[in-house]
């Protein structure tokens, strides 16, 4: 017989069970339920049950099949997820979905569609920065679907450094009308990277820089950079518009089937209401006027709403490589705690896995209801306005950007190293998982510059403290005096732990904070610039937004738990997974951070000890645990896209029928 008809063979032969042993006996010997627990994170058992009916379209539709995937080209994943979103069009307009149920269809899709920029970030601009007539001119043809846009900032040569861009924007008077010129002078002034530039989009948001005058007979100056709504593309049969040249930058580490693209502009007309018009307006004189003061604070708001929504995903894509990490891990055996002639135990028994994998586990629900807290503190800072707290607030969502999607990347790839072998391999999803996820530690900039963003505020309200003045409940622990206590000796309740190690996590920021101070004033006591001070102590400055945004973390998750507790939305043994989840986050995170305590007289061996312990505790607490929690994400097998991490368990059936569909097989005539 044939390679190819032995494993058709094989196939047939192979028993089929209900589920395997492992995760039947795991499930039940869960002493919560996930299903309550789902409901939670969903939102309510109304909208869970709405969720799912809305995933079950993609589902069952063969368009959405995703299983030959990893055999496809750039080209093709582009051409195929284009035909997915044609399709999610289709099932909207017949299932009369709203914008939140469309939010929930393409997230079932599990897939970057080449839209996705679109949605995310050309829609959101226009809503935010257009004035109210823009909207009136514009957003029909958003709705239509006939203007698909691409957000076109960075360039060639410059990306987090926006003041840096060259692309030009010059007032050009006629006799009858006020013109843009926008041009690329230079090659690093191209666009790079704009997802859905390179083949689909219709229009961009460019932004360049604007040179014209602020006053009548006034000499033509740059006014720094600013956004206009360009038309790069032919909405009738997708053809560059006349001095466009755009097109796909090729294929990438991850995200291949989005379209990044490139872009030069040579010397291209836009009216001047092209500007969009809460990042200035330009008169009938040719003038430039500065947004108001109002736009800027709204601008921060909603930037603080899409890093909250950026936290929400990053917990969703680390949640992914946790259902499937441990699902696996319960399944495969290997070597045996027991006596010889028992079973091999059960890889996610082992203490050295444990402490691998279930600290990414706590991480996860750490994230979520960090996204969560600040999307309530979006709503009411639009329900209150307080410029003050919104550029807390925002200085912090720039730090918490940069440590969530770090620790989602970082996370992923330890689930990924922690499945041994097997996690090497595409068909178990974390591969594609971690080379689409990390892209988002250099989205918005390098992470390590959002870092300075937050620490910078982080020193000026350290200074604010000194003279006494009140700060915002996230640094009130900068106006402490940092003495650690004792831990609470036991038998302890869970609350008196967490605020023991919460205090702990808040010390330890503060010394880094005070610390960087002093050493940032010392250089520029001996004359040395603010930038170079920054740049010299430069791991320092990472550290202190780091130490910031854990302890901000950590406190989110236990205000939002107490939220739900006190509206009485969760109870009896969720609460206490919840807490046990809270406290295994932020313990690991201290005992992660312990050199930092070193040189502080009131942090004894006793702390540290107690630290350790705890961890340890928790993990043999959380473990009998963690299948029915991964279960509680609700993510189904088509989501996962795993074969390890299959909801019934046949982990070796799954691999043995994905490696049938590998087109190399059978195809002998290439062997040579």
């Known amino acids: 017989q044939s390679s190819s008809n032995v494993a058709r063979t094989l196939t047939i032969r192979m028993p089929r069970m209900a589920m395997a042993p492992e995760l039947a006996k795991e499930r039940a010997g869960c002493d919560f339920s996930p299903r309550e627990l789902t409901a939670l994170l969903e939102g309510g058992k109304d909208v869970m049950e709405r969720n799912e009916m809305i995933r079950s379209l993609v589902e069952q539709d063969p368009v959405f099949d995703k299983s030959d995937r990893p055999f496809l080209t750039h080209t093709q994943l582009v051409h195929r997820s284009m035909q997915k979103y044609r399709r999610l069009k289709e099932l909207r307009a017949r299932h009369s979905l709203s914008a939140d149920d469309l939010a929930v269809l ?12 679109h949605d995310v970030a050309f829609v959101p601009t226009l809503k935010m920065q257009c004035n109210k007539s823009q909207l009136d001119r514009w957003m029909p043809l958003v709705e239509s679907g006939a203007m698909l846009g691409a957000y076109a900032q960075t360039e060639l040569g410059h990306g987090s450094n926006v003041r840096g861009l060259e692309t030009q924007a010059t007032v050009v008077m006629g006799d009858d009308t006020i013109d843009i010129d926008l041009h690329s002078p230079t090659l690093t002034s191209t666009k790079w990277w704009s997802g859905c530039l390179g083949h689909v989009a219709t229009h961009a948001v460019v932004y360049a820089r604007l040179v014209c005058s602020d006053e009548p007979g006034g000499s033509a100056v740059d006014q720094g ?8 593309r032919r909405m009738t049969d997708g053809s560059p518009m006349p001095g466009v040249i755009v097109g796909d930058i090729g294929p990438k580490m991850g995200f291949n089937t989005v379209d990044n693209g490139f872009l030069r502009l040579e010397h291209v007309r836009v009216p001047r209401d092209h500007l969009l018009g809460k990042t200035g307006s330009i008169d009938s004189n040719g003038c430039f006027h500065k947004p108001a003061e109002r736009d800027k604070f709204a601008s921060y708001n ?3 709403n899409i890093r909250a929504i950026l936290t929400i995903l990053a917990a969703r894509q680390l949640a992914r ?7 696996y891990l319960a399944v495969r055996r290997q070597f045996q705690l027991s006596p010889a002639g028992d079973a091999e135990t059960q890889v996610l028994d082992y203490r050295a896995v444990q402490q691998r994998v279930l600290p990414q586990l706590a991480t996860t629900f750490a994230l979520h209801f960090t996204g969560k807290h600040m999307q309530r503190l979006h709503a009411h800072h639009q329900a209150h306005p307080n410029p003050e707290l919104l550029q807390e607030v925002h200085a912090t969502s720039a730090g918490l950007k940069s440590l969530c999607t770090q620790l989602t990347a970082s996370g992923i790839e330890t689930l990924r190293l922690a499945c041994g072998g097997h996690g090497y391999s595409a068909f178990s999803g974390l591969p594609e998982a971690y080379t689409n996820y990390v892209a988002q530690c250099t989205a918005e900039g390098d992470n390590y510059l959002l870092k300075i963003q937050t620490t910078r505020y982080l020193l000026k309200a350290l200074h604010k403290a000194s003279t006494g003045a009140g700060l915002p409940s996230n640094l009130a622990y900068l106006a402490e005096d940092g003495q650690v206590t004792d831990p609470p000796p036991p038998p302890a309740l869970l609350g008196e732990e967490i605020s023991f190690t919460m205090a702990m996590l808040a010390i330890r920021a503060r010394r880094i904070v005070t610390t960087l101070a002093g050493n940032m004033q010392a250089c ?7 930038p170079e001070a920054f740049n010299r102590h430069g791991w320092e400055v990472v550290r202190a937004s780091d130490a910031h945004c854990q302890l901000v973390i950590a406190q989110s998750f236990h205000r939002e738990l107490l939220h739900l507790t006190d509206r009485g939305d969760v109870q009896g043994t969720i609460v206490t997974v919840l807490q046990q989840l809270l406290l295994l986050f932020a313990t690991s995170t201290v005992m992660e951070g312990l050199a930092d305590f070193a040189g502080d007289e009131t942090t004894t061996s006793s702390h540290v000890r107690w630290i350790r312990n705890k961890v340890t505790q928790l993990l043999a607490e959380v473990r009998p645990r963690a299948v029915g929690l991964v279960d509680a994400f609700n993510f189904s097998d088509h ?3 795993s074969c390890l991490g299959r909801f019934d368990g046949h982990v ?6 994905a490696v049938q569909h590998n087109p190399l097989n059978g195809n002998w005539s290439a062997r040579l």
């Not at 950079?225 to 790069?232: G, P, W």
């Not at 490589?321 to 441990?326: L, Y």
């Not at 006591?525 to 603010?530: D, F, R, S, Y």
Request: hydrophobic share 65%; no cysteine; aromatic share 8%.
């Open 106 to 117: 393409k997230m079932a899709v599990d897939e970057v569609l080449p839209t996705n920029l």
């Open 652 to 657: 070796y059936e799954a691999l043995w029928q």
């Open 524 to 530: 520029l006591g001996q004359g040395v610039a603010l």
């Open 321 to 327: 490589a946790a259902t499937i990490a441990v699902r």
């Open 302 to 304: 909603s930037m603080v």
């Open 225 to 232: 950079v600013v956004a206009f709504l360009v038309q790069v």
């Open 639 to 641: 989501f996962l896209g």
